[in-house]
């Protein structure tokens, strides 16, 4: 598969979540991803950052400020095609397309767990010893979740670079043997 047929099957496959996608499929659409998203990045850096110079007695500042916005529609864009081509991949390697999600939901849970965490230890306000047990207790949670949050991507990109499966699995057969 040539880079331009891996971006021509990815958006014809949009939404589609079954199957499979091998390896060339998969990375040529993330290097197209990888570039847009730089080219995008340039255009809103030439194009949409305001300069700000205040001038004191003594000194002078600078500060600039982009809304990237070329950068956000090129994001929306590629959002779809790109978690599609992931679940497609890990379904590739013999694995769940769930997979694909690991680092998102443990952020998830990560700010979940804080959040009502710390709001019932804050609702003890008076409490002593209870806001003490819950924030604990939450950061006793929070911590390996945030272990496991930081490893979690590596799994992911380890499994995405894995080689497919041989045969016909769950999910349909194997890329390589369809196409030849």
């Known amino acids: 598969m040539t880079f331009s047929d891996a971006i021509r099957t990815c958006f014809a496959k949009f939404f589609t979540f079954s199957g499979r996608a091998a390896r060339p499929e998969y990375w040529f659409f993330f290097l197209f991803i990888v570039i847009w998203s ?59 397309g769930l997979y694909a999600l690991l680092p998102i939901l443990l952020i998830l849970s990560a700010f979940v767990t804080l959040f009502f965490g710390i709001g019932i230890a804050s609702s003890f306000q008076h409490g002593g010893n209870l806001d003490i047990l819950f924030t604990r207790a939450t950061l006793l949670i929070v911590i390996p979740t945030l272990i496991i949050l930081f490893v979690s991507p590596l799994l992911v990109l380890r499994w995405l670079a894995r080689p497919s499966q041989p045969g016909t699995n769950q999910y349909g057969p194997n890329p390589y043997e369809v196409a030849q």
Do not use: N
């Open 38 to 96: 730089l080219i995008a990045g340039i255009v809103d850096a030439q194009f949409f950052t305001q300069v700000a110079v205040t001038e004191t007695e003594t000194s002078k500042s600078v500060a600039a400020s982009s809304s990237q916005p070329v950068q956000s529609i090129v994001s929306l864009i590629v959002f779809f095609p790109h978690l599609a081509v992931a679940w497609r991949r890990m379904h590739d390697t013999g694995r769940s």
